[in-house]
């Protein structure tokens, strides 16, 4: 992808990528689709052994930087992006995400350009499962905190300024899946560093790889979260504890009241559900979903969405 030579920040995207045939040609086409012409693209595979390195070469004009050889995991080969990376800004854009259309560097970059001192930018994404698409719409940044207790800022939607990783230093390779939120965590712990946000969609965002598998990675996310200097203050021990209790009872109102539902629903003679059947095709679930009361069903998706995209 040759450079434009105009005086624009240079925007260095980073794709690492292992084994990613079936998901990748779509974010390489949404990063060659932009419209913002200061794109470096650097692609780090870790010598994939399917189709990969085949759907590389073919998209090869599009990449500034590729490099294909093992690497000690995500962290370690998103390390080597960085390394790589000439830019004034770096976004992150694994092999399963794409951007939202094709102003979105264009148009975070105009609004980067009307906040100077920021350091660290972020917008929005759309978050995708097999039950459909959802926008995720963070906090802004005095709230990001709050945030980072039971979610995580996204990072497929923040443009960092190349120096800010000579202040937090790169990925910290002792965290195997959730070395990203570490890293927020040092941001945000340091006062020097400037937090803004987008006011726009920047990425879509499938929920589901190391990051989201909870059994291995949330005691990740404790052990951090507990490590991390801003959350052992005692203020912020407390608050946390209160956030984890509200998060608990919602998760048990959630899965009482389906119970409750599934149970009465399977009763001989009970009064008719609404729906007064089910419809086929639809889980048990979904047919409970569908006449619990909304504020309830919503309360619990947040809580849930929220531990889901932890890190």
Not at 151 to 179: I, M, N, S, Y
Not at 292 to 303: C, I, Y
């Amino acid at each position: 992808m040759k450079l434009d030579t105009q005086e624009l920040p240079v925007v260095s995207v980073i794709t690492v990528c292992w084994n990613a045939a079936a998901t990748l040609e779509a974010c390489i086409r949404s990063i060659a689709g932009q419209t913002y012409p200061a794109i470096e693209y650097i692609v780090v595979d870790g010598a994939s052994t399917d189709g990969t390195a085949t759907l590389l070469a073919r998209h090869r004009a599009a990449i500034t930087t590729l490099v294909s050889e093992p690497d000690h995991g995500i962290y370690d080969a998103m390390n080597k992006g960085i390394g790589l990376a000439t830019g004034a800004f770096v976004l992150f854009m694994n092999a399963d995400d794409f951007l939202a259309d094709p102003r979105a560097i264009a148009d975070a970059m105009a609004e980067i350009a009307r906040a100077p001192d920021g350091d660290v930018f972020y917008g929005s994404i759309l978050v995708r499962q097999p039950s459909g698409t959802t926008r995720h719409d963070p906090p802004p940044p005095e709230k990001a905190l709050e945030e980072m207790v039971l979610g995580c800022l996204p990072h497929q939607a923040t443009f960092a300024r190349r120096a800010v990783f000579e202040k937090t230093g790169r990925f910290d390779l002792r965290w195997r899946r959730h070395a990203d939120y570490d890293w927020w965590l040092k941001v945000l712990a340091d006062p020097s560093l400037k937090l803004r946000q987008i006011s726009r969609v920047i990425a879509s965002f499938a929920l589901g790889g190391a990051s989201s598998d909870l059994a291995k990675g949330q005691p990740e996310v404790f052990a951090i979260q507990n490590s991390a200097a801003v959350y052992t203050a005692p203020e912020w021990v407390q608050r946390r504890l209160e956030m984890f209790q509200r998060a608990q009872l919602a998760a048990r109102m959630e899965v009482a009241e389906l119970r409750a539902a599934a149970l009465a629903a399977s009763q001989p003679g009970a009064p008719p559900a609404r729906p007064p059947a089910r419809p086929p095709g639809r889980s048990l679930r979904q047919w409970v979903l569908s006449w619990l009361p909304r504020p309830l069903v919503t309360l619990a998706r947040k809580v849930k969405h929220r531990a889901l995209s932890a890190g």
